[in-house]
């Protein structure tokens, strides 16, 4: 017995028993996707509404120290580097007590002199107008005498230079070994960007284009500065909230602290600088990283909204399907607000909690498939010795 496989079209399978006189098929069956109707709801509900201005800037301390030498010596010793983490009175570097030391005896010998002085005119005194003028000047002397002495004492104990506020060391312009004289430096910094050394490792300190020895960047409280078109300007206020972002995702917050009233034309278009004073939690925050902001200029609560593809217009009106108790469709005109985003306020019309019909559609109906019953005739080969669609292949 010879079997036979052909594919007619419709997808039916043949299987002809040469000789043996029967036929079985199998055919594929019929398929129905009758049509389900599928709706969507979601409830009206209180959401929080608020409109923003979108800015980038940069992240600022609002404390920044530039601490100089009040004492004038060499280095002789440096306690920090760039990105050290200072307190308030932590020391930073040490200059040599030589110059101070000399400047106090001069400064007492100065003194000395002058009470000398004082003591000789007073004892030689007369009464005489001369005589009182002489020791007038000779008190005036030893007053300025003393003060020299005060200012070496002072020189004296700031050879420990110390820091002023809590915060982070950004510039190091200062190396042991060089001289440095009350209220500035002059020694140089080493090429590429760092001092000449430090006072144990002998590199590392970034410097700037600042003479001061150090500069500490306070990380208890920061600003970011931006700038706005004139259309935002006239949306934005004092103590707007603000949303911050940094690339790395962390978040944070702030309120607009100050709008500026006189903008910036250096490009040819308005802008207005603004300025936001971070608030909470200020970790994780450095100088100069790169911060995006929501300014919320406008923000209300417990408002009624539906989603907006939920309303439609009708003959002009607003409308939102509802589904009642019984799970009945009703057409619902309503009375809509603002649209943000995705969502609409609803003033009048629904109460929290409807259920408001998002979509109603029909996947799909009828037949998929081929229906095919019966058996096929009795015989041998189908007429012309092929089954339709293609050659007999034997």
Known sequence: MKARWWMLSGGVIVLALIGGGAWWFIAAQPTSAEATPATQTVAASLETMQQSVTVSGTLTPTVQEEVSFAASGNV????????????????????????????????????ASAAAKLADSEDASDTSTADLAQIAANEASVTTAQNGVDEALAAQAAV????????????????????????STTGGAASGGAAAG????????????????F??????????????????????????????????????????SEVG???????GVAAYPVVVVVTGSTEGLYDGVAVTADIVYERRTDVLTVASAAVT???????????????????TPVTVGATIGNLTEITEGLAEGDEVVMASFTPGSGKTGTDRTGMMPPGGDMPAGQMPGGPDNG
């Not at 430090?198 to 020895?213: I, K, P, V, Y």
């Not at 009233?261 to 490009?267: A, G, R």
């Open 76 to 111: 002789t010793g440096v306690n920090v580097a760039v990105g050290t983490v200072v307190s308030a009175g932590d020391v930073l570097a040490t200059v040599d007590t030589l110059t101070v030391d000399a400047e106090l005896l001069a400064a007492r010998a100065t003194r």
């Open 313 to 331: 217009i009708v003959d002009g009106a607003s409308v939102v399907t509802v589904l009642d108790a019984d799970g009945n469709e009703v057409s």
């Open 261 to 267: 009233l006189l903008p910036s034309t250096s490009t």
């Open 198 to 213: 430090t006072a144990e490792t002998g590199a590392g300190a970034t410097t700037t284009a600042s003479s001061a020895a």
């Open 215 to 256: 500069t500490i960047a306070g990380t208890d409280s920061w600003t970011v500065d931006f700038t706005v078109g004139e259309t935002d300007a006239a949306l934005i206020a004092a103590d707007n909230q603000v949303e911050l972002a940094l690339d790395d995702g962390t978040e944070f917050f702030g309120t607009v």
């Open 160 to 183: 420990t230079l110390t820091a002023p506020v809590a915060g982070l060391i950004t510039v190091v312009n200062v190396a042991v070994g060089e001289a440095v004289s009350g209220g």
